[in-house]
């Protein structure tokens, strides 16, 4: 995996140099004390995986990482451990707090490979499309999950949840939901615009499938799904409700 470090701090840089100096399977290709002067060399070099501070007087590392388009999978580092839900909430790999262990290193980046790993292969599994499945006029679509390719009608399809690097795709007539390996954009893309509405960060909805809407929330069967508060205009108004 291809990696950079931004951090502004020059001894925080070198521990994880250090660190990932002495795993084969990284290779270190920048350090950045500015995390703005990072932004054309990860698109340049198409970095795998980030290690990013946080509080930095140039820019958030929050900020930064939600910044980024076709974002790279990346690590949180900091002295900061109040930070760790918003980290977790851009679907961060793991959030490291100094002074960082050699083997809690090991740990993060152990998962981040095992993630880098099933995104590839999902690349590589170009059976149907560039992004892993295939919309047609039958309307279904087929997904990645597991080591198959699953087709799913797309009316089945009540709620998509998403979950780190992963979605949740619910459908009728079955408790178990498809877990794939993709984002929000790439499923979207794919799905029928006039029939599905984002209702939460978290949350794409079949609007066929909406029972009611309680306030602030809509409800499916009876899963209450929360409408966020950035989504409620556009959502209420897809629906006629504004």
């Known amino acids: ?53 946080i509080e930095m007087p140039q820019m958030n590392g929050i900020d930064f990482i939600d910044s980024l388009e ?7 580092t900091t002295a900061y451990p109040h930070y760790a839900v918003d980290g977790f909430e851009l679907n961060a790999v793991d959030y490291l707090v100094k002074p960082i262990r050699y083997g809690r290193f090991v ?3 152990s998962r981040a490979q095992g993630l880098f790993k099933k995104r590839r ?4 599994a170009h059976i149907f499309s560039s992004s892993g499945f295939a919309e047609n006029s039958d309307n279904f679509i087929f997904v990645k999950a597991e080591y198959e390719n699953v087709k799913i009608k797309i009316d089945s399809i009540k709620y998509v949840q998403g979950l780190k690097d992963y979605l949740k795709i619910h459908i009728e ?21 006039n029939q599905f509405e984002r209702a939460h960060k978290s949350f794409l909805i079949n609007v066929n499938h909406i029972g009611s809407i309680q306030r602030n929330r809509v409800v499916i069967d009876d899963i209450r799904i929360p409408i966020g508060e950035s989504y409620r205009v556009n959502f209420l108004t897809r629906l006629g409700l504004r």
């Open 70 to 76: 076709n974002r790279p999978l990346f690590i949180f």
């Open 1 to 53: 995996m291809k990696c950079i470090i931004i951090d502004d701090e020059p001894l925080a840089i070198d521990v994880l140099k250090d660190y990932c100096l002495k795993l084969d399977f990284l290779e270190l290709e920048g350090t950045f004390t500015n995390p703005l002067d990072s932004i054309p060399f990860i698109k340049a070099k198409q970095i795998d995986l980030i290690f990013c501070d």
């Open 173 to 193: 007539h079955s408790n178990k939901p498809i877990l794939t390996l993709m984002s929000f954009k790439e499923l979207y893309e794919r799905l029928p615009k």
């Open 107 to 109: 740990k993060a980046v």
């Open 121 to 124: 292969d999902l690349s590589d």
